[in-house]
């Protein structure tokens, strides 16, 4: 089985919107980005999932972000199944957002520097690790394949 899922990580003056996700049938009580599975019609189109997740989790709209891209593509299996993972970043506008509109569990924003002290996911632990020791100062498209000790991330060139 193959699953399909996107994650975004917003940041505005040097915090990152994480949510504290509940009740999801994948993931267990932790902090995560924005996220979650792909329509039947968006199985070609990550960027659609995650921007209608990031809309329907926060009210967040594409108009409030700038500055979004893909960085991260993860494989992981685990529960006998594939798990595909889109990661995006984005910066947020200056716009207040209603932290209560929340279904999925209890939005906050973190200090940069507290992110890695959270409970993640595994390969959303790799990729943040990854993110704000290389990936920050770049704008480059990494994969990674997880492993019992990590994720092997290695730049995904065009050729």
């Given at each position: 089985?193959?699953?399909?899922?996107?994650?975004?990580?917003?940041v505005?003056k040097?915090?990152?919107?994480?949510?504290y996700?509940?009740?999801?049938?994948?993931?267990?009580?932790?902090?995560?980005?924005?996220?979650?599975?792909?329509?039947?019609?968006?199985?070609?189109?990550?960027?659609?999932?995650?921007?209608r997740?990031?809309?329907?989790?926060?009210?967040?709209?594409?108009?409030?972000?700038?500055?979004?891209?893909?960085?991260?593509?993860?494989?992981?299996m685990?529960?006998?199944?594939?798990?595909?993972?889109y990661?995006?970043?984005?910066?947020?506008?200056?716009?207040?957002i209603n932290?209560?509109k929340?279904?999925?569990g209890?939005?906050?924003?973190?200090?940069?520097?507290?992110?890695?002290t959270?409970?993640?996911p595994?390969?959303?632990?790799?990729?943040?690790?990854?993110?704000?020791?290389?990936?920050?100062?770049?704008?480059?498209?990494?994969?990674?394949?997880?492993?019992?000790?990590?994720v092997?991330?290695?730049e995904?060139?065009?050729?």
């Open positions: 089985m193959l699953r399909n899922m996107t994650s975004i990580y917003i505005f040097n915090k990152m919107l994480l949510l996700r509940l009740g999801s049938r994948v993931v267990q009580p932790s902090w995560c980005g924005i996220g979650g599975h792909f329509e039947n019609d968006e199985l070609n189109n990550p960027k659609a999932c995650v921007l997740e990031l809309f329907e989790e926060t009210g967040i709209t594409e108009s409030d972000i700038e500055n979004m891209k893909l960085r991260y593509i993860t494989l992981r685990k529960n006998n199944e594939i798990r595909q993972n990661y995006y970043f984005a910066d947020l506008h200056n716009v207040e932290l209560e929340c279904t999925e209890m939005l906050e924003w973190v200090d940069i520097d507290e992110i890695l959270k409970e993640m595994f390969t959303a632990t790799e990729c943040l690790k990854h993110y704000l020791a290389i990936g920050k100062n770049d704008d480059k498209l990494y994969a990674g394949v997880s492993t019992v000790s990590g092997n991330f290695i995904l060139k065009e050729f």
